[in-house]
């Protein structure tokens, strides 16, 4: 979709937008719910603070489904992510798909997630998950919507789901948290997917994913911080919990990794973003249009 507007026409817009002269971010992934350390307008003042004024809140269960349409409800800056999770799919019900089936039209709902497999913690059996996975994925193709992938430790499993269904459906979304390697991640933009770092782009240790963000066509590179959390190296010590005010750590490690002006980077995410999300790139069409 974006791919149609110039890179200058999205810039312009969403300073229009913000009717503001600052720059601003994105937070691609964040489960406001779970940062329990902190009011929700603390949260989202605290994003503000640090120029952080879209937010993606993902749910992972039934009841987080329900929670953050309602506080993207509340909330300008807040959109809303809706799946279940693979570490929640066990105590999933018919009644938690069919919400999310009766709510992928809602206006701020902009992308069906976090699905996936996690065959680290195996919090559900693997079979459920991934029948959970298949389902959800099968949904989002229907409907055309962008999907958020959560997989550890299961690149096979995820590869072939994810391979199947894009035989009945072209599917679109981001690999969320990105876990796995160079390689792995090359196949994911071959698919068609973005490819989303956390805060863990800035921990020392972490050359295979530094070495996955220098290798990556930036094109399809987002940033996130899945707080509560992850928090990025600089926090680490001094906040309970991550914040989607320190997605700009991640920014910045990413910027220096690819030797790019931070400024650059920042309209390259913002692009990118929209170009992952289309129902979020509408939904700001339609609030710049209510603004005036
Ligand atoms: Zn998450």
């Known amino acids: 979709m974006s791919s149609k507007k110039s890179y200058m026409t999205l810039a312009s817009l969403y300073n229009d937008l913000l009717k503001m002269n600052t720059k601003h971010w994105i937070d691609t992934h964040c489960h406001i719910g779970m940062c329990d350390f902190i009011s929700e307008e603390d949260l989202i003042k605290h994003a503000h603070d640090n120029n952080v004024d879209i ?9 987080s489904c329900r929670d953050v349409i309602a506080r993207a409800e509340r909330y300008d800056e807040v959109y809303a992510v809706i799946g279940i999770h693979p570490h929640d799919v066990k105590n999933a019900t018919e009644a938690d798909l069919d919400f999310i089936a009766n709510n ?28 959970f996975f298949e389902t959800q994925l099968r949904f989002a ?20 789901i994810v391979n199947e269904v894009r035989r009945d ?17 090359e196949i994911c933009v071959d698919m068609g997917f973005h ?14 994913l530094k070495n996955t963000a220098k290798s990556i066509p930036m094109k399809r590179a987002l940033i996130e911080t899945d707080s509560p959390f992850m928090t990025p190296a600089k926090f680490k010590k001094q906040s309970r919990g991550n914040l989607p005010g320190y997605v700009v750590e991640t920014a910045k490690e990413l910027a220096s990794i690819r030797q790019m002006e931070l400024d650059i980077l920042q309209n390259l995410l913002f692009e990118n973003t929209m170009d992952c999300f289309p129902k979020l790139l509408s939904a700001l069409e339609k609030r710049q249009a209510a603004l005036g």
């Open 55 to 63: 937010l993606l809140d993902v749910a992972v269960d039934g009841q």
């Open 169 to 185: 459906f072209p599917l679109r979304g981001v690999f969320h948290c990105f876990g796995y390697g160079p390689k792995e991640a």
């Open 195 to 208: 490819v989303s770092f956390p805060g863990v782009l800035t921990y020392e240790h972490s050359k295979k």
């Open 141 to 160: 193709g229907e409907n055309n919507m962008p999907v958020v992938i959560h997989s550890r430790k299961a690149w096979d499993d995820t590869l072939e």
């Open 104 to 131: 992928f039209n809602h206006p701020k709902v902009v992308a069906i997630g976090e699905i996936g497999l996690d065959y680290y913690r195996d919090y559900s059996p693997r079979d459920l998950q991934k029948q």
